[in-house]
């Protein structure tokens, strides 16, 4: 058990290490993930309200520092961040001088990562690592990525981890796992700790902690026992990929493709879609020329250009290509649900769609839309 | 590796209705003029030089918008002059902020405001470059981004597409990890139907979008505007939203215009 002082030195030992610590700290009104150099910027007695399209920071009675869902940033932005230089190519006498291969970082320690955050990292590293191509900048961050994972107290309004396997509690893929226990009466949180890989159970050796008690441990699992059965959403993925893949021209298409904005929001902040984009640039001089890739969306209509135009240029087109992919031939193609259930696509819709109201009403008769 | 070849490529920089703030971009390049006037030879710009260069021009950047008799006949001849020709800001490619006069009628402001109606020539409609000539590219903003603005210049110079996506401001505020303002603070945004190129400068402020860069590939204005209302912005509100800079640009038209009374 660690108390809330244990925080602060879990943070001093992963600094002492060299990791950049990357963790949840309140900024422009929401939980985002920045780097911290102390435990005192967590966010410490803040929940957050979620629904579709609507996000507000609350003020909780208790001093809890993990008492909310997940906010708009994900480990995607640390591991596949939004842009990056692929390479840069410089004229010279001899010919083209070449500048490529992965900057080097400092190693990065996520402090907080949800278990459907686990889920995702998974997922993108079947994607970017599991095929006969491993994305080599990704992998060097994702060797030495250290997690320190927290088990959910609080579902939030757009949560379904229950219906896609992947929460509440941590199973796999951490270093460290924290549950957050409230004292009641104080409203002050104690921390049960456990390692999950050696690095971990070397860190964990560092801190002055003390063992549980069998009914700290109990109070533990009733804290995911509780949040499980408190999930904002659900989603039934029986027969799942018959509804998306097998209906293209149910009417729900068209009407969602008239409240859908194409803005790409839903999919920028998924923490697995990994869809980017490779731009060429040169300077004046043309002396110099640089490559970068970035974040992209199946939701712009670059994303499909081929040559003389775009191949989905109706908005129903690409609704159904964001849904059907991901629910349904992400399957296929990685062995995987694209879906972890985190919910915020719902909730960072500028418009509110929400990806498991849409597939109820596909399950619906062709007519009901 | 063959030498290139070495004639500096001739620009000009024309201005038609405008407030001269997207010429003033290329001024702003600071430290990149130098390389533009090392690269090319600005041979007609009235803003930053007297040197009136003769035609013809390997690229003409043309801000302002056409809003006289005499404008129509000049365009022609900026055409006519021009290998390239490429459209700066909001006024040469969706008509500006003047456009505003298309929804009026300006015979009656004339009367209105000039002792003599018959010195004035103009046209009742404020309209955007492409309207009158081909146009090899349309750079969006109000202003315009210097940065895209270079990138523009460095692309049609080594021949290449500029990489200007038409994109929303959505995608921008993303790659910045801004917090929504919209979805966190209920704060109405045009992001989501604006054409990227502002690298989303009002939210990362805390500000919704104003819609300085126009509308995006596929601006779905009424889904938005029917979310603006759920925050509860009115009526009045959405039409003059739409009708600001790019009041001009069809999309924006249409939206404002089932806004109005009646
Ligand atoms: S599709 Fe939505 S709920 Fe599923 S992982 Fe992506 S953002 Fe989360
Ligand atoms: S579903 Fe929502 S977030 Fe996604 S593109 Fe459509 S409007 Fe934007
Ligand atoms: S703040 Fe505006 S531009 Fe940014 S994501 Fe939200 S709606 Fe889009």
Known sequence: MLTEDGLEALVGALLRRGYRVIGPTVREGAIVLDEISSAAELPVGWTAEQEAGSYRLRRRADRARFGWAVGPHSAKRLLFPPSERLLSVRRSRGGLVVHGGVAQMPPQALLGARPCDLAAIAVQDRVLLGGAWADPAYQARRERLFVVAVNCGEAGGTCFCVSMGTGPAATAGFDLVLTELIDPDRGQPSYLIRAGTPAGQEVLAELAGRAATPAEVEAAAEVVARTAQSMGRRLDTAGLHQVLTGQPEHPRWQEVATRCLTCANCTLVCPTCFCHTVEDTSDLSGEHAERWRRWDSCFTLDFSYVHGGSVRPSVRARYRQWLTHKLATWIDQFGTSGCVGCGRCITWCPVGIDITEEVRALRGPGGSA | ?262
């Open chain 2, 1 to 262: 590796m063959a030498a290139r070849p070495r004639r500096r490529p001739r620009v000009a920089v024309w201005k038609f209705a405008s407030c001269d703030g997207c010429q003033l971009s290329l001024l702003d390049c600071e430290d990149e003029l130098l390389a533009v006037a090392g690269a090319v030879d600005i041979a007609y710009f009235p803003e930053a030089s007297s040197r009136m260069g003769r035609g013809p021009f390997d690229l003409s950047l043309v801000e302002g918008s056409v809003t006289t008799p005499h404008d129509v006949e000049r365009i022609q001849r900026v055409r006519r002059l021009s290998r390239y020709l490429v459209t700066i800001g909001a006024c040469a490619t969706a008509g500006g902020i003047q456009a505003l006069r298309n929804f009026r009628d300006v015979k009656e402001f004339i009367g209105v405001v000039y002792a003599r109606a018959d010195y004035i020539g103009t046209l009742a409609r404020s309209s955007a470059i492409s309207e009158h000539v081909p146009v090899d590219f349309e750079l969006r903003g109000c202003p315009i981004n210097k940065r895209q603005l270079l990138e523009v210049v460095s692309a049609f110079l080594a021949g290449r597409r500029p990489t200007v996506p038409a994109h929303s401001v959505c995608v921008e505020c993303k790659l910045a990890g801004t917090v929504c303002v919209m979805v966190a603070q209920g704060t109405p945004c045009l992001g989501p139907v604006t054409h990227a190129g502002c690298g989303a400068l009002c939210p990362r402020y805390r500000r919704g979008c104003y819609g300085c860069y126009g509308p995006m590939e596929t601006p779905n204005t009424a889904a938005l505007a029917a979310g603006w209302q759920r925050l509860g912005a009115r009526r009045p509100e959405l039409l003059r939203v739409f009708r600001s800079f790019n009041a001009g640009a069809e999309p924006f038209v249409l939206e404002s215009r089932r806004h109005e009374e009646g």
